[in-house]
């Protein structure tokens, strides 16, 4: 209620503020945003920051229930062993020798 009577008489600074004769529409975008918007939406983001966490909670408690809560639940990518070895992990599973080496390094002949 009190973010649209807010609402209400910035909207009412905007149009005197076109409407002025020293006035004029760049004016009157500053004042909606700088008067409305931006002080609005930062009062609106700390005022709800409670009913977030609360929503945030219950989405946990449901997705641990849901799980059964005792492992991490796989995203929509699957589990990490279906990712494909990749470098030294890779070489060694194909059966070539592992190096010690640095492949940064050059190797004399």
Do not use: C, N
């Not at 760049?26 to 931006?38: D, K």
């Amino acid at each position: 209620m009190i973010a649209a009577a807010w609402m209400f008489v910035v909207v009412l600074a905007t149009a005197a503020e076109a409407t002025s004769p020293q006035g004029g529409l760049l004016g009157a975008l500053f004042t909606f945003l700088f008067y409305g918007l931006l002080p609005l939406g930062i009062v609106l983001y700390i005022a709800l920051a409670p009913h977030r966490r609360r929503a945030r909670q219950l989405s946990e408690q449901r997705s641990a229930q849901s799980d059964g809560g005792d492992h991490a639940a796989t995203g929509a990518v699957g589990s990490i062993d279906a990712l494909a070895p990749v470098g030294k992990e890779a070489l060694v599973a194909e059966g070539a020798p592992a190096t010690t080496a640095d492949p940064g390094q050059i190797q004399p002949l």
